[in-house]
């Protein structure tokens, strides 16, 4: 959704959305029905979790130290994801913005100021564009994709949150 600001060679060079830890596997997008079954059918490993979403199963050894990285199992390490732009998880494509739900259950949407490619400048670009432009698609999404939408996290910065006239 934001190419235009973040360019794909920016995305490729750096990977860290697409690098987990045991404590960041959580990370780990949710997978929209129709694409679970045609990962599943390539041999993608895959996983359910407690909320009954689906995501890309990750690999940690047994013996791995907390630190251990693991990529995602759609990441080829010399040219970046292997799935095409539009049949990418909507997170991934959202990247770094993020769905979120506040504890009083308000939609919000914030931005991972650490991604390297979120200078000053993409940064304003980005916020504009989240809180004018994308922002009826990104309400759209949190509807039809509730499992996309996250808590709140520290790692994030709040963009927009919805107040309570504009809820429908």
């Not at 960041?24 to 979403?53: F, H, K, M, N, Y």
């Not at 292997?82 to 506040?102: D, F, Q, Y």
């Not at 940064?123 to 922002?135: G, K, W, Y």
């Amino acid at each position: 959704m934001l190419t235009h600001l973040i360019s794909a060679e920016q995305c490729a060079s750096c990977r860290l959305c697409c690098n987990f830890q045991r404590t960041s596997a959580w990370e780990t997008p949710a997978l929209a029905p129709g694409l679970v079954e045609r990962l599943r059918a390539q041999g993608i490993p895959l996983c359910v979790r407690e909320d009954g979403s689906t995501t890309f199963a990750l690999h940690f050894p047994a013996d791995a130290p907390e630190n251990f990285c693991t990529n995602c199992p759609v990441l080829n390490p010399a040219i970046g994801c292997t799935l095409p732009r539009s049949s990418r998880p909507i997170e991934c494509r959202l990247w770094p913005l993020r769905i979120m739900r506040t504890p009083s259950g308000a939609l919000a949407f914030g931005l991972y100021d650490a991604c390297p490619a979120v200078s000053p400048a993409v940064r304003e670009q980005i916020i504009r564009e989240a809180t004018s432009i994308l922002l009826p698609e990104l309400r759209r999404i949190a509807n039809e994709h509730p499992c996309t939408v996250r808590p709140i996290h520290p790692a994030y910065s709040i963009i927009w949150e919805e107040t309570p006239q504009q809820t429908h």
